[in-house]
Nanobody, 123 residues
Framework: QVQLVESGGGLVQAGGSLRLACVDSQGLFTTYARAWFRQAPGKEREFLAATSSSGGYTKYADSVKGRFIISRDNAKLTVYLQMDGLKPEDTAVYYC????????????????WGQGTQVTVSS
């Protein structure tokens, strides 16, 4: 059974915005750090942002700093990724993940993953 379920992807024009959501469907990860990664065709999975279990600490990749915001609502078991100023190079499958360390940007440090949601940015 899939434990992390992403939604909110789609097709958007350059300069537009999307908000992704990731629901912890079984409430297993409320005390875990949560993160967002993405993977474009032919490229390695790329770290985007992470937040601590409380949401009080966040970390961003330089490529999205100032454009993307990660947040979480533990009452709704949901983590969000607000994406503004989207560019064609942001096109990828976006994944949410859960792990013990909010300060890590390594995919190996996150043991639970969603199935991904496609984001396509047209020029």
């Amino acid at each position: 059974q899939v434990q992390l379920v992403e939604s909110g992807g789609g097709l958007v024009q350059a300069g537009g915005s999307l908000r992704l959501a990731c629901v912890d469907s079984q409430g297993l990860f409320t005390t875990y750090a949560r993160a967002w990664f993405r993977q474009a065709p032919g490229k390695e999975r790329e770290f985007l942002a992470a937040t601590s279990s409380s949401g009080g600490y966040t970390k961003y990749a330089d490529s999205v700093k100032g454009r993307f915001i990660i947040s979480r609502d533990n009452a709704k078991l949901t983590v969000y990724l607000q994406m503004d100023g989207l560019k064609p190079e942001d096109t990828a499958v976006y994944y949410c993940a859960a792990g013990p360390q909010w300060y890590s940007d390594r995919s190996d440090d996150f043991g639970s993953w969603g199935q991904g949601t496609q984001v396509t940015v047209s020029s």
